[in-house]
Each structure stands twice: as structure tokens, then as C-alpha cells.
């Protein structure tokens, strides 16, 4: 477990070059991700536990957002929980998983945006296997730099000069990216553009903002293509800087809010 912790809780990963395959947002679309791993190349063993893993030694890296409004969370966090342990994974933390965290320690949040499913979802499985996923969430890190710091991974976006360093204010940026202070039709918070401001040398993959496909600017690459909301489930692949999606099997949620 040590190793495990080692892992989960240091963001410099500059010694780790891949090659990678980073997931864009999940949201419990467990079946997707599972096709989109089969595309990539990867192998599964279930039993007790869903083991992954790859005949060429590539890896995964999550975007984070594993959980809410998809039909199944918890086969999700399996799978992911079990490559992280495994070695074969690296995730960072999504505002989803962290909204799920903290209403499963009993902190006072809203029960909205896909949370109830996830809930309820998890209110089906044993008390041992809640009691791992808040251990799993609790130590996941706001973003991770790989390749010498040729790579940053993270949920909703990063700075250039927030890559490898971690405050309350740069893991609200990870977890939320930018906005502008003004609030929608909706009552959701306006995002900024960061992406358009930066000019940073690390590539930073992220998500958190449903686009209809991959999109590049400048130095960054939004890879959540909404599969939950009907979109894709999308691949990064790196070095090769290439992309590799599956189709959403159909709509499991079709409000597409900002949160």
C-alpha cells in the first residue's frame, strides 16, 4: 500500500515517458470504456477484480470525471482502481469524483448533476468496496507531469506556471478551469478560455468541457467528447499524438451541464 500512496500523491511523474493512452471524461459509461481499451489494444482479466493490460506495456491515464450520470460507476471505478494499483494507470482527480468523495465522508453537497446515480448505484455494493473507492478518490493528485515535463494531464486545465506545483487555488483550477465570474441562462458558472492564453511548452491534455471532437489550441487538447451525453469516449494517444474514439451506445444523460 505504501507503493500505492507513493504513486497516488506525487505529481512529478517526469521520470515516466509512456507511451500512454489518456481517457477523457467516463462518467460511468463502463461498456464504452471497456470497447475503446479493446480498440486500443488492451486485454482484460475478471474475476474478483477487472486486471488490464497491455502486450506492448502502454499505459493509461485518466482525465478524472470517472463518475455521475453514466449507468455504471462502480464497474467503472473498478477497472480504473485496479490499473492504478496495478502500476498499469495514472488518474487525476475530475470535480466529480471529488463532489463523490466528499458526500461519501459526510461533507454537506448537492446531490445534483449525475450525483444521485452514482449514489445510488453504489448503495448496491458492500461496505468494503465504498470504503476502497474513498481511500482511491482521497489520494488522487490535481494533475501529473510525464516526459521530463514534456506532458501534463489534467481534469479541467493548467497554467503553465501551475504545472508541478499544487496550492488550494491551482487544484480549484485542475478541478474547474478558469470562469469568469458571470453565470449563464442556467446559473452555471461562464467559463474562461484559458487554453487561449497559453503559451506554456508542456502539452497539457485535459477535459471537463464537452467539445463534439478532440480540439487542439495552442499547447492543449480537450479530449472529453460528452459519451455520456450521446458524444464519444475519446483516446490520446502519446507519443504519437493521435486519436483513437468510440461511439456512445446511446444518450444516458441529456442535460449537458457545465458541472
Same mark, same amino acid.
Given at each position: ?24 471524461? *467516463? ?48 464497474? #467503472? ?6 490499473? #492504478? ?10 470535480? =466529480? ?13 448537492? *446531490?445534483? =448533476? ?38 501534463? *494531464? ?35 458558472? *461562464? ?16 477535459? =471537463? ?51
Amino acid at each position: 500500500m505504501d507503493n500505492i500512496q507513493t504513486q497516488l500523491s506525487t505529481i512529478d511523474k517526469s521520470d515516466e515517458y509512456g507511451p500512454f493512452d489518456i481517457i477523457g471524461d *467516463v462518467h460511468g459509461c463502463f461498456d464504452e470504456l471497456v470497447t475503446l481499451l479493446v480498440k486500443l489494444g488492451y486485454t482484460f482479466e475478471k474475476g474478483n477484480k477487472i486486471q488490464v493490460s497491455h502486450p506492448k506495456g502502454r499505459r493509461l491515464i485518466f482525465v478524472g470525471d470517472l463518475v455521475d450520470r453514466g449507468p455504471n460507476s462502480p464497474d #467503472v471505478l473498478r477497472l480504473v482502481m485496479e490499473a #492504478v494499483w496495478s502500476g498499469i494507470a495514472f488518474c487525476v482527480c475530475g470535480n =466529480h469524483d471529488d463532489k463523490l468523495k466528499r458526500k461519501l465522508i459526510g461533507r454537506d453537497v448537492k *446531490v445534483l =448533476h449525475g450525483l444521485k446515480e452514482t449514489l445510488d448505484q453504489l448503495a448496491k455494493e458492500d461496505e468494503s468496496f465504498n470504503s476502497s473507492v474513498v481511500d482511491f478518490l482521497n489520494q488522487l493528485v490535481p494533475h501529473y507531469v510525464f516526459d521530463k515535463g514534456r506532458l501534463a *494531464v489534467a481534469h479541467a486545465g493548467l497554467k503553465e506556471d501551475h504545472i508541478g506545483k499544487d496550492s488550494p487555488r491551482i487544484r480549484a483550477f485542475c478541478l474547474y478551469g478558469q470562469t469568469t465570474g458571470e453565470v449563464d441562462e442556467f446559473g452555471l458558472p *461562464v467559463r474562461s478560455p484559458w487554453a487561449e492564453d497559453y503559451q506554456g511548452e508542456t502539452l497539457v491534455v485535459y477535459g =471537463h468541457t464537452v467539445v463534439p471532437e478532440a480540439t487542439w489550441m495552442n499547447n492543449t487538447i480537450n479530449i472529453d467528447t460528452g459519451c455520456v451525453f450521446g458524444g464519444k469516449l475519446t483516446a490520446f494517444r502519446y507519443p504519437e499524438l493521435e486519436l483513437v474514439s468510440v461511439d456512445a451506445i446511446q444518450i444516458y444523460y441529456p442535460e449537458k451541464t457545465a458541472l
